[in-house]
């Protein structure tokens, strides 16, 4: 099934789920990054579903809440969520937030909603080396496996800003001052 949730629907499922504010806050600004990068693209001639960006970056973290104290993932967890209630497409883009796996031959949403998510450090616009330092430090700074992962991330990050930025008519550091 392809359905999308209207942005009132999608508010509701940040509360059923227990989304606490500092969650929803990051999402507000996952999904502002999203949108305005997607509009551009698509200005650009990319061809991306303005409705599925914005619902997908206000439910990327779905399932966050419950996840933290436990070792599921929450972007699985998330994507199962939405899965059962028929968001097929949106859980897609869920399910890539954290592990990209990324199509070459164009930006698709997954990549938006992977990107702007690792734009967005609680709920501040920040570069990519500011939100990389910040997650080595509070996941990984003793853990040479997650370090690895985290580099591989960092570097398919950077790569992917490269290639969403490269027609755009603004640089990643713009972001901060178009966001307001």
Known sequence: MFGIPSTEDCLKMMDEYGMPDNIKAHSFKVRDISILLAGELNDKGEI????????????????????????????????????????????????????????????????IIFYADKRVMHDKIVSLSERFEDVNERYASDNADLLKKIDFTRKKSYELERRIFKNLDFSPEDLVSLIK
């Open 48 to 111: 991306m579903d303005l409705n599925l960006v914005e619902a997908s970056a206000l439910l990327h973290d779905i399932a966050k809440i419950q996840c933290i104290s436990s070792d599921k993932r929450h972007d699985l967890v998330g994507a199962d969520i939405l899965r059962r209630r028929g968001y097929d497409r949106i859980a897609e883009v869920v399910e890539q937030h954290i592990n990209l796996v990324g199509k070459e031959d164009r930006i698709t949403e997954e990549d």
